[in-house]
């Protein structure tokens, strides 16, 4: 069974939140198609509106579909940036609306914020080392972790920008096997910074 990946973009994302993700699962989704099994993942990127998305840098994109028109989503990925846009009714509706039937979300950097206003952040999480305290500061009952990512069950977050290819990993990992994060990794000439053990209590920033 091949999993679909849904990375949602908005104007001022953060390039690598979004590439570093897509490069892992569209890696992954073709080594075990080589190997001549179904691709495990499909990634695609997906906006509020249909047209074109620039990112920081003028990172520009073209999302595969909408929020309003896309195949069923396994995994939600949430990049950072610039997410004031992410802040609105519609896509936070959208946000939520997933939760019904996707295996899990993540989110990459301040990404963590969307997860926020759509009242899915977990008790422990984290995000970009610059925007830590303003997380903990608007989103009171969530403790920040200063780990490279935390896997809290359904919902998944991430530190700044190349902590979403580890964590991103880390999910191959989860979903599919140890083998295939490991060939992936290899694959992108990558150093995975694997799942970091369980945080002591006192792991946490604010």
Not at 17 to 23: K, L, N, R, T, Y
Not at 79 to 101: I, K, R, S
């Amino acid at each position: 069974m091949t999993l679909t990946i849904g990375i949602f973009v908005f104007d001022g994302f953060e390039a690598l939140d979004v590439a570093g993700p897509f490069e892992v699962f569209s890696t992954a989704g073709r080594l075990t198609a080589r190997q001549g099994q179904l691709p495990a993942f499909k990634p695609i990127m997906l906006s509020q509106f249909s047209q074109s998305v620039s990112g920081r840098g003028a990172f520009r994109v073209v999302p595969h579909g909408t929020i309003d028109h896309h195949p069923p989503l396994d995994v939600l990925i949430l990049p950072g940036g610039v997410v004031d846009d992410a802040n609105d009714e519609q896509v936070l509706g959208w946000v939520q609306a997933q939760q019904e039937t996707v295996q899990l979300t993540a989110s990459v950097c301040t990404g963590a914020f969307i997860l926020g206003w759509a009242g899915l952040l977990p008790e422990l999480a984290t995000t970009h080392f610059e925007d830590q305290e303003l997380l903990a500061a608007t989103f009171p009952g969530t403790r920040i972790s200063q780990q490279r990512f935390v896997d809290a069950g359904h919902i998944v977050t991430a530190g700044g920008i190349s902590a979403g290819i580890d964590m991103s990993l880390h999910l191959v990992e989860r979903l599919h096997s140890r083998e295939l994060a490991e060939q992936t990794a290899r694959q992108m000439e990558y150093e995975w910074k694997h799942q970091p053990p369980e945080p002591p209590p006192g792991d946490v920033g604010y």
